[in-house]
């Protein structure tokens, strides 16, 4: 079985601060973890994913997130925020194999203040 | 290539009608999943297609239904609308082999009076 859970529903951090976005996962084997941002009215759009290369994947927009298996952890990080990443955010997991689903947290909606 | 397109984009319809949804996948994507998000339940999955055969499903109950075309294109059916279908419809599309990324489309917000 597999589940995601987003520690915090929101966050408020002020520009130029750094972001942290908690994501601890469950999964019975090695899942790939993504992470995706959704702005007001609009779909979402893909930031990283994880699928068992490096633990640190860099992705879009300044945002990193660190798979840590002995946590059971996959948190993104911002170094410094930017009006513009105001959204929320979702930490995704799911399988390796054909129509594995996929496994939404609650999300998280990010206020950043100037 | 061009992103996951969905149309409608906004559509108000008033209990107990019907409403069809359309989801054309990114090309070369066979697998389309659509999604039900609201603010209260969040996103659940509603059921995922591959070559014209629902692949896997949700808990929703049978007033929602899908079909996929040999082009891949997607629909999603709504029956005897409930106000409680009020909504943000997402479609997402991928290859075929497992642990690939999702891409979703812009959604069709549903507005049920």
């Known amino acids: 079985a597999q589940s995601v859970t987003q520690l915090d529903s929101h966050v408020s951090v002020s520009e130029g601060t750094p972001v942290l976005l908690r994501c601890n996962y469950s999964s019975s084997y090695s899942p790939s973890l993504f992470w995706y941002v959704q702005h007001p009215n609009k779909g979402l759009q893909l930031l990283l994913k994880?699928?068992?290369?490096?633990?640190l994947v860099k992705g879009i927009n300044g945002f990193e997130a660190e798979f840590k298996k002995s946590e059971t952890s996959f948190h993104l990080t911002k170094p410094s925020a930017h009006m513009s990443d105001a959204a929320e955010y979702f930490c995704v997991v799911s399988g390796r194999y054909n129509f594995n689903k996929f496994y939404f947290g609650s999300g998280t909606k990010l206020n950043v203040k100037p | 290539k061009a992103g996951v397109t969905q149309t409608p984009r906004y559509l108000i319809k008033t209990r107990g009608q019907q409403v069809t949804l359309s989801c054309s996948p990114i090309?070369?994507?066979?697998?389309v999943s659509w999604y039900q998000q609201t603010p209260g339940q969040g996103l659940q999955f509603l059921f995922e297609?591959?070559?014209?055969?629902?692949?896997n499903k949700g808990n929703f109950p049978g007033r929602f239904s899908g079909r996929q075309f040999s082009n891949s294109r997607s629909e999603m059916n709504v029956s005897t609308l409930e106000l409680g279908d009020s909504a943000l419809y997402l479609c997402a599309s991928r290859p075929l082999e497992g642990g690939e990324t999702q891409y979703f489309g812009p959604g069709t917000r549903l507005l049920v009076l």
């Open positions: 090309s070369g994507h066979r697998s």
């Open positions: 297609y591959f070559s014209e055969t629902q692949r």
């Open positions: 994880y699928t068992s290369a490096a633990t």
